[in-house]
């Protein structure tokens, strides 16, 4: 079948054609003819002088979890209209760069514009489709990328409000309802671009006890059972007096959620604790923290709440050796925010080395995947002021196969073994116990052994990449690894003996278990059901067919830290001779230095505890501000 010819082709077969007759022409003696001129661009070919070729144009460009698609309409000499018409990145986060940097591009007409703080992945996929539009509108996208918004001369400016929260997690986000629906005048600063802080990526669990929803489920529990439980994984190194304060209030808070139109799905295991017993863990129905911080922040802002984005507070103000407010930066210019009480739900620390060194050594994790938001801000504030600051070392750290192997491994059914060569710990332990135990045994990373009955397609990669290792034989094994042939054979012919025993007699691991799921996307990764499934594995596997492989695993992943300033059941900040600093409270991962210690207790107990942290602070916040 004939195929028209295109436009570039035809054009080419022009430009040779011209340039055979100037050099016949040439060749008989006669004036050359001149040079044909150069294509023109769409845009000039609309007219003289015209920056675009007028029209709408689509554009993509890859952002955090897939295509965002762009719509452009262009007039001769301006970008008339930006808008994001489709995408996959996530609501909440997403949403501050949807909606500004189309209208700043506008704005500015240009494409020199600084990404939205927390949001940088989508930002700059709206501004590289927008470039394709412009590219295909033949815009000199060069000169459109070094045009940005006019700077205005930054003006500093004191503000005053009753109340300042400081940071928009879920502990921020409490605490301003709280002092808001206590009739207090109240401002949320945010360093970042976008509501939510930490929260907003957590997986929607709030660990509750008691409530509606688990009677609804036939589930037996009590707000003293959880409580009795966060103290046990405290071993006598957290404050009963604070979480026995906010257990109680648990259920309340739950149900305070529900009444702002958190949607809960129903209870279910925690994540990756699919044999949790009973189960705790009330999920957000869209499987993630918007859930949770996208009917926060409505509520919020209902009462009243004014919200200062990506404004940064640098420094207490101290006055009398009270606490009245703070400095912060934003877009170049110093504010001073005066307030009546200052609450800081600043977040943790996972990204500030110094930081995490000092108060949690045995993490080897310098960044998280909050970046810029997890500096230790609050922290250092507090401290500067003169707050106790108290932190066991731990952290919601674990430890997982990153290589290309990905071999997620909750449950258990493989060996595990150290530089030693020997076993440590019984491997069906929830996954927040290993970490304590790596800590405990001074470790930072352990060999995950499998057999020539498990199939991997990235294990070949991961040899390459020495994050795993394989062999015919034990013995050669464990030379390529460097840990004891003779430690490594004789551990594993023991454990083979438990396997065909059924009983593990060195650490107690069972021969299967049983429990609940939510189903997971293949390999490893989110949800992707709501209905609970039953599981069931069988946890005492021998080692007998060729090849085996040893795979790294090494604590590698923060969620977040533990470590802060010391404060009483109201969030107010305290200092070592037990004194409180007038005007400051704390609340939520910023302050949660007692409520944890070496292991994290369960998916769930964070949300559920900086939330109703927050809310305590925020109505004694709100309380001083009225009195002072």
Request: glycine share 12%.
């Amino acid at each position: 079948m004939h195929k028209p010819m295109n436009g570039n082709k035809a054009l080419s077969l022009l430009l040779a054609l011209l340039l055979a007759l100037s050099l016949a022409a040439c060749a008989a003696g006669e004036t050359p003819a001149p040079s044909p001129t150069p294509a023109a661009t769409p845009a000039e070919e609309e007219g003289a002088g015209a920056l675009f070729a007028p029209g709408t144009y689509t554009g993509s460009a890859m952002g955090m979890h897939g295509l965002v698609t762009v719509e452009v309409t262009f007039a001769e000499d301006r970008i008339e209209s930006v808008a994001v018409v489709e995408h996959s990145e996530t609501a909440g986060i997403s949403d501050p760069a949807i909606a500004r940097i189309p209208a700043e591009i506008v704005e500015a007409q240009g494409l020199g514009l600084d990404a939205v703080a927390g949001a940088t992945f989508t930002s700059e996929a709206i501004l590289d489709a927008v470039a394709d539009c412009a590219e295909q509108a033949g815009a000199d996208v060069d000169a459109l990328k070094a045009k940005g918004l006019t700077e205005e001369d930054a003006q500093d400016e004191t503000i005053e409000t009753e109340v300042l929260v400081v940071g928009s997690g879920i502990a921020g986000l409490s605490a301003a309802i709280e002092a808001a629906d206590a009739g207090a005048e109240v401002l949320l600063i945010e360093k970042m671009g976008t509501v939510g802080g930490a929260s907003i990526t957590c997986g929607g669990e709030v660990i509750g006890a008691g409530t509606a929803l688990q009677k609804a489920q036939g589930i037996e529990d009590s707000e003293e059972a959880l409580i009795q439980y966060w103290i046990e994984k405290g071993e006598g190194h957290v404050n009963e007096e604070l979480l026995t304060a906010y257990g109680l209030q648990s259920t309340e808070t739950i149900e305070w959620m529900q009444e702002m139109g958190v949607d809960f799905l129903g209870v279910t295991t925690s994540s990756s604790y699919y044999w949790q017993d009973p189960m705790r863990c009330h999920k957000t129905r869209d499987l993630s923290g918007t859930g949770l911080i996208l009917p926060m922040e409505a509520r919020a802002r209902e009462l009243g709440v004014e919200f200062m984005m990506e404004t940064a507070a640098t420094e207490l103000l101290m006055e009398d050796g009270a606490v009245a407010g703070v400095l912060a930066e934003n877009s170049g210019r110093t504010l001073t925010i005066r307030a009546g009480a200052t609450v800081l739900a600043t977040g943790g620390y996972a990204n500030n080395k110094e930081l995490m060194m000092q108060y949690a050594p045995q993490i080897p994790i310098y960044a998280n995947a909050m970046g810029a938001a997890n500096q230790g801000d609050g922290l250092i504030m507090a401290r500067d002021a003169g707050a106790e600051i108290v932190s066991g070392g731990g952290a919601i750290a674990l430890a997982l196969d990153m290589g290309p192997t990905r071999l997620f491994e909750p449950y258990g059914v493989y060996l595990y073994f150290d530089q030693n060569g020997e076993r440590f710990m019984d491997e069906s332990v929830y996954w927040f116990e290993r970490t304590r135990i790596l800590m405990e045994n001074d470790m930072t990373s352990y060999y995950m052994l499998i057999d020539g009955k498990t199939q991997n397609d990235g294990l070949a990669a991961a040899v390459e990449q020495g994050t795993a290792f394989t062999a015919d034989t034990l013995e050669e094994l464990a030379e390529q690894i460097g840990v004891p042939a003779e430690a490594l054979v004789n551990t594993v012919n023991t454990y083979n003996g438990y396997c065909a025993a059924g009983v593990d007699e060195a650490f107690g691991k069972p021969a299967h278990k049983e429990g609940k799921m939510l189903p997971r996307a293949a390999g490893g990764g989110g949800n992707v059901g709501t209905e609970l499934e039953d599981v069931a594995y069988d946890l005492l596997n021998p080692y007998d067919t060729p090849p085996y492989s040893a795979i790294k695993v090494t604590l590698n992943s923060s969620s977040g830290t533990f470590g802060g300033p010391r404060v009483n059941v109201d969030g107010q900040v305290l200092r070592a001779d037990n004194s409180v600093i007038v005007g400051l409270y704390a609340a939520g991962e910023v302050a949660n230095g007692e409520l944890f210690y070496k292991e994290y207790p369960c998916s769930g107990s964070a949300t559920q505890l900086y939330s109703t942290m927050g809310r305590f602070a925020g109505r004694a916040a709100a309380a001083e501000a009225a009195a002072r």
